[in-house]
């Protein structure tokens, strides 16, 4: 393990700070006002083929130099539990299947400052010099979902470097036994002169990761197989101490035994050597909104449609909620594969409703890393000849291998 401790030597020498200088995302380009409605926020989030963005007001003496005031992030997950728990969802879904016309008070009309001040994802506040090692480990573990991060270059005026904009008292969700999201989504934030801000995602440090890829190599050529077996099997971790890398948890959250689960009746048991997670699934006849409250329920950002077979045939995922509107709403009351093909005929841009990732167990890191950064996809599906799951590999689980070298 020799190397991968030189490895480790040399990712702990850089900090957050490094990860923001290298990408420099314009985020000013993708901030959403709070009066935006949620159905606008859908649209520009899928134009931007983006799953979260941060959240501003305007300063109530608007002037020449007033700057927004970012106060929050939101995301496809919030919005999607602030819509399928809605109160009159159901309402609204057979109004629309029955009418085929919009509903008068649409939960899509509501203001996103709605879904803000009801979610439930948890910001935490850090600065950009410290360790890339610890804030890689801290989205691992879910110790927060986002962060505001503190600049440590100094700007022209020293004082607006120490200006951390502070979040708002926002009321947890309504929604029962819920303590966080997947961090799928996770943001960073950097407070840069003046208060205006540049967001990091997660990509961005895979990014990052990447222009460094001659220093990373030994794991990088490692196979999906390698990396499952490292990230999933007991055994592959016993006797190695703190020098391997170490078993991740469950890819999910919930006890699948719970019957207050939604889909405790649906799981793919481990089963090595072909198996080494436990992976949750729905059939063709699960509805749409059911597959949502068990992808929320598990803090999850995809679930795969599973035949009487268990032969994988799609995939439910919270990027399809880009391309959900007052006017196809409907389509949460549908079965699953009937909702992901309406969602195709009505979309403007049926292309851009992301299908499934796959790979095989001999593609290798750098090979899931690139497909990562460039298609902007967060989890790949590793099958085997005959179309059974055999892992799901998700952009947590690449940066889980970075984090327990």
Known sequence: MLELAQIKKLLSQYTLQDVIDFTLPPTQDIMIPCSSSIAETLRFMGQQNIISAPVYKQPENISSDS????????SLIDVCNYIVYKDNINEEINHQNLTTKAYDNSVFSNPISDVVYKKDTIVGKISGDTPLLQVIADLVQDKYNYALVNPVHKSHNDSENKDLAELKDIPQSGTKDKERKDISNLELLEFKS?????MVKRHDILKFLNSINEQLQQVLDLSVECLIKMLFSKNHHEGE???????LLNSFKRSYTNLDNPCHDMILQRNPPSRLQDILY????????QGYKILLYNEISSLPVLDQNFCFIAELDISHFHHLSRNNVGLLGKPVLAFISGLRSTSASSELVKRPWFCSNSFTLNQIMFGMINSGYRQSWVLDSSNHINAVLSIVDILDVFSKL
């Open 194 to 198: 003046r208060n205006t801000v540049v």
């Open 241 to 247: 101490g703190n020098s391997g890398t170490s078993l």
């Open 282 to 289: 729905i059939t063709p006849n699960t509805t749409a909104l």
């Open 67 to 74: 700057v927004p005031e970012v106060f929050d992030i939101v």
